[in-house]
């Protein structure tokens, strides 16, 4: 049964955009002029936060990603604001204490985030819970993400079962996040379909241009009732980010689908960003092989950004010739780890491992750390048993974990306080120490120096050092 009410879209030119075209590296100040206008289109939310954007602020820009939270949202006074958060992980690569993410849920809401969009690497639930939970208790809205993928595990009724027990955690909607671009129209069709029979809550869909098939996807997808589509701005659509936010509009205009968008407004948001992608193009930050279609990913499953991970990886071990070997090796490695999906950080960890192997010239005679984590249960159960062989050879007779992983970390925000009591200027700045400790020393450091630079110079002016 089709839908006959409008679609909705979530517009990711703030986060996932240019997250998969520019290494997540537009500053605030970048965004900050053009939000009011984002505000007025009329969008379903505005994905602005979250994934690797806190990462890459504290690093690689030096901003605080609290503070750019707080200016987009003292902005956009009528959209909602929506992130991506790592079940258990939060926006780090390893399980945090239960007290740490329910802090983070409460201080992100508090903040100014109104969807939190949780999902799982191995879609394991249990890594989500906690999460739900808060989000639930701060009044946000909790979207859990499955994380989509192929392989024989991953029937109709695995997607159809997994979306009942989402619904009956307490979640407020389901989103289909298929990250390499793998989901085929006329399967999405199937999809749609028989989630929207299974549950009563929303069905979302995000997807990456990829593979070349995503706007087919997102059609078929939306004729067949899904609520929401994630669309980026075409300045930076396509290639490894989501298909045109006006392309989309424009399709469905006339139709019992349409977004009502104003196009001139999008045009207008269009021609703002458009000069910063020729920059981009010009600096190197936007490199042109993002920007085409890699069919590949649907021969080996694996997303646009693992790619150039394995491309860099292989060009830093000489061993460039390696390439197509390496991609063949994928989908047998991710075999032996229970089939799971390539998200990060098990795109990561399946990558580096397939390297290994091939470049070993054996078969797991040397093992990254993360592989035997993943091995021993750490990041959670996978959809089928792990290869029982590469098992005992990589992590011999240790024990497995087979609880919840995060019931292993004890609470640890207190001593996280303690560690950091001397930077603290924001009771948010010991989540940003507790995700990534080194990075977010060196910009407390970083801004207290700025700080001490312009009482300096404000000290001067009032002392007639510069003329008034």
Request: glycine residues 6%; aromatic residues 8%; charged residues 25%.
């Amino acid at each position: 049964m089709s839908q006959t009410k409008p679609v909705r879209i979530t517009e990711t030119i703030l986060r996932d955009a240019h997250q998969s075209l520019i290494a997540t590296r537009m500053s605030t100040e970048r965004m900050l002029p053009i939000v009011e206008k984002l505000d007025q289109v009329g969008y379903h939310s505005l994905e602005c936060w979250g994934g690797a954007t806190f990462d890459a602020s504290l690093r690689f820009l030096h901003e605080d990603p609290w503070d750019r939270l707080r200016k987009i949202k003292d902005k956009a006074k009528k959209t909602p604001l929506q992130m991506l958060f790592r079940g258990q992980n939060i926006l780090g690569y390893r399980p945090y204490g239960d007290d740490v993410v329910e802090y983070f849920v409460q201080k992100s809401i508090a903040n100014g985030i109104d969807i939190i969009r949780i999902f799982d690497c191995l879609n394991d639930l249990r890594n989500l819970e906690t999460a739900v939970k808060a989000s639930n208790k701060e009044k946000g809205h909790a979207q859990i993400a499955l994380s989509y993928t192929l392989g024989d595990a991953y029937t109709m009724e695995y997607w159809t079962n997994i979306a009942k027990e989402i619904e009956n955690m307490g979640a407020d909607s389901i989103c289909i996040k298929d990250m390499a671009g793998l989901l085929l129209p006329y399967k999405a069709t199937e999809l749609v379909t028989a989630l929207k029979e299974a549950v009563k809550i929303p069905i979302q869909l995000h997807t990456h241009y990829t593979s070349g098939v995503a706007s087919m996807t997102y059609m078929k997808a939306v004729e067949a009732g899904v609520d929401v589509i994630d669309c980026a701005m075409s300045p930076l659509a396509l290639g490894t980010s989501q298909p045109a936010t006006e392309v989309m509009v424009e399709t469905f205009k006339g139709t019992p689908y349409d977004t009502g968008y104003d196009q001139n407004l999008l045009a207008e948001i269009a021609d703002y960003f458009r000069p910063y992608r020729d920059e981009c193009l010009e600096s190197g930050l936007l490199n042109p092989k993002n920007m085409g279609v890699n069919i590949k990913t649907l021969l080996y499953q694996v997303p646009g950004g693992m790619l150039s991970n394995l491309t860099s990886q292989l060009k830093d071990l000489g061993a460039e010739d390696k390439y197509y070997e390496v991609l063949e090796e994928v989908p047998r490695v991710r075999k032996d780890f229970g089939e799971c999906p390539l998200v990060t950080p098990s795109s990561q960890i399946v990558g580096s491992q397939a390297v290994m192997n091939v470049v070993a010239g054996e078969r797991y005679k040397m093992v990254t750390k993360e592989t035997k984590d993943v091995l021993s249960g750490k990041y959670g159960k996978t959809v089928k048993p792990f290869n029982p062989e590469v098992q005992k050879k990589c992590i011999g007779d240790a024990e497995v974990i087979t609880c919840r992983p995060a019931d292993l970390v004890p609470n640890e925000l207190e001593t996280l306080e303690a560690e950091m009591a001397q930077y603290k200027e924001q009771d948010e700045d010991v989540l940003s120490y507790a995700l990534f400790p080194q990075v977010a020393v060196d910009f407390f450091k970083y801004r207290e120096a700025q700080k001490t630079k312009m009482d300096a110079s404000a000290a001067d002016t009032k002392n007639g050092a510069y003329p008034v």
